[in-house]
């Protein structure tokens, strides 16, 4: 069984950063593709980030370009999201989404039903 545990939301202003994290239980973590998705209220599950099993290729949202870093730990079974510059929009539960192996190459990695695993959802909300 795989387990993805978040943290770091937070209530913030505009224009600060976070980081959320999201640690994968299990020894094959360097195994998985990993992404990120945000969901707004009223709103669908949207894309933010993807990152390889290496983190040699990493895929963003147009909304988040420039602003937001995704990068892993393998070491520590962990994936990050770097986020900077924080507007109001970026309001939403952020969930982290494991592809493990046998990949889903088939559908695209902005895609959630590429993911078969996810973590419980974090909140981020960001004042004006």
């Known amino acids: 069984q795989v387990h993805l545990v978040q943290s770091g939301g937070a209530l913030v202003h505009a224009g600060d950063s976070l980081r959320l994290s999201c640690e994968v239980s299990?020894?094959?973590?360097?195994?998985?593709?990993m992404g990120w998705f945000r969901q707004a209220p009223g709103k669908e599950r949207d894309f933010v980030a993807a990152i390889s099993v290496t983190g040699g290729f990493t895929d963003y949202a147009d909304s988040v370009k420039g602003r937001v870093t995704i990068f892993r730990d393998n070491g520590k079974n962990t994936v990050y999201l770097q986020m900077n510059s924080l507007k109001p929009e970026d309001t939403a539960v952020y969930y982290c989404?494991?592809?493990?192996?046998?990949?889903?190459?088939?559908?695209?990695?902005?895609?959630?039903?590429?993911?078969?695993?996810w973590g419980q959802g974090t909140q981020v909300t960001v004042s004006s």
């Open positions: 989404a494991a592809d493990p192996p046998p990949y889903r190459t088939t559908i695209s990695r902005r895609l959630a039903s590429r993911y078969s695993y």
């Open positions: 299990g020894r094959t973590f360097s195994s998985y593709g």
